[in-house]
């Protein structure tokens, strides 16, 4: 059973820096990696998705990862911005049922102005 | 498009009540998911249509819970009767089978039962 961990669950970094989020999935058969930006009290905002063939996705000053063989992805986030501060999500595709996305619990972010 | 609309966006009820909650997809998806997600357990996927067919509806908790997608513009997940348990907020989001395929959420129903 697919199962997608995410670390760590809170971080708190200065304004300007460069940080990376981790999510980690145990099944290397997955369909595609997706990650989502979650603000307090709004729904989910779909920032990159990386099929299974793909290594990277990038979209301004987001990048993320994929590493199918070590169940691993990565996103990274250049010089961070106060307005960058939510909660991130990746999501694991089923390979089986490309429709069923596999959940972490996130990686709730504060940068500090 | 105005995106995925759900409501109402806050529901409290007591114990034992009936709910519904409702959300009409963006137009021209063929998928539509109805999520839950609490502190605990994170996001759950309840059960999924395409093209207004039920497809997967092993995540739904229990017989209490219900979903219907009676036309392409318009779905309902229904909870009779419900519990404290099920507080929780619901997401609803729907995507294309083909071309860009990611999920687009809906700002989701904060449904507290007392």
């Known amino acids: 059973k697919q199962e997608v961990t995410q670390i760590p669950a809170a971080l708190s970094v200065p304004e300007g820096e460069n940080l990376v989020l981790n999510c980690s999935f145990t099944?290397?058969?997955?369909?595609?990696l997706q990650w989502f930006r979650q603000d307090p009290g709004k729904g989910l905002t779909s920032l990159l998705l990386?099929?299974?063939s793909q290594r990277e996705q990038t979209s301004g000053r987001l990048n993320a990862s994929l590493d199918k063989s070590s169940g691993r992805s990565t996103l990274y986030i250049a010089a961070s911005q106060p307005g960058d501060s939510a909660t991130y999500l990746c999501?694991?595709?089923?390979?089986?049922?490309?429709?069923?996305?596999?959940w972490g619990l996130g990686t709730s972010l504060a940068v500090n102005p | 498009d105005a995106g995925v609309i759900q409501s109402p966006r806050h529901e409290v009820t007591e114990m034992g009540q009936e709910v519904t909650l409702r959300c009409k997809p963006i137009?021209?998806?063929?998928?539509l998911f109805w999520y839950r997600q609490t502190m605990m357990r994170g996001l759950e996927l309840l059960i999924y249509?395409?093209?207004?067919?039920?497809?997967?509806d092993s995540g739904m908790p229990e017989d209490r819970f219900s979903a219907k997608m009676p036309n392409a513009s318009f779905s309902t997940l229904k909870i009779q009767p419900s519990e404290p348990r099920d507080s929780a907020v619901y997401f609803c989001?729907?995507?294309?089978?083909?071309?860009?395929?990611?999920?687009?959420f809906g700002q989701g129903t904060r449904l507290t039962v007392v």
């Open positions: 249509f395409n093209n207004n067919v039920p497809i997967d």
């Open positions: 137009s021209g998806h063929d998928y």
């Open positions: 099944d290397s058969a997955i369909y595609n």
């Open positions: 989001a729907s995507s294309l089978a083909r071309g860009n395929t990611e999920a687009f």
């Open positions: 990386i099929q299974s």
């Open positions: 999501a694991a595709g089923d390979a089986g049922n490309n429709r069923k996305l596999i």
